[in-house]
């Protein structure tokens, strides 16, 4: 994964992990792997 991937990725987990509206539970590496089969996927 490059920087910039790595760095997105780490931005939107603390976006969602610091969502207060609902309660969403979130492993950062299983986070990782789908983020990553997204990219993957195109």
Do not use: V
Not at 11 to 24: H, Q, S
Request: aromatic residues 16%.
């Amino acid at each position: 994964m490059t920087p910039k991937s790595e760095y997105l990725i780490d931005l939107i987990f603390r976006k969602l992990e610091n969502y207060k509206a609902k309660k969403i539970f979130l492993e950062k590496e299983n986070f990782k792997k789908f983020i990553f089969s997204l990219l993957k996927g195109k």
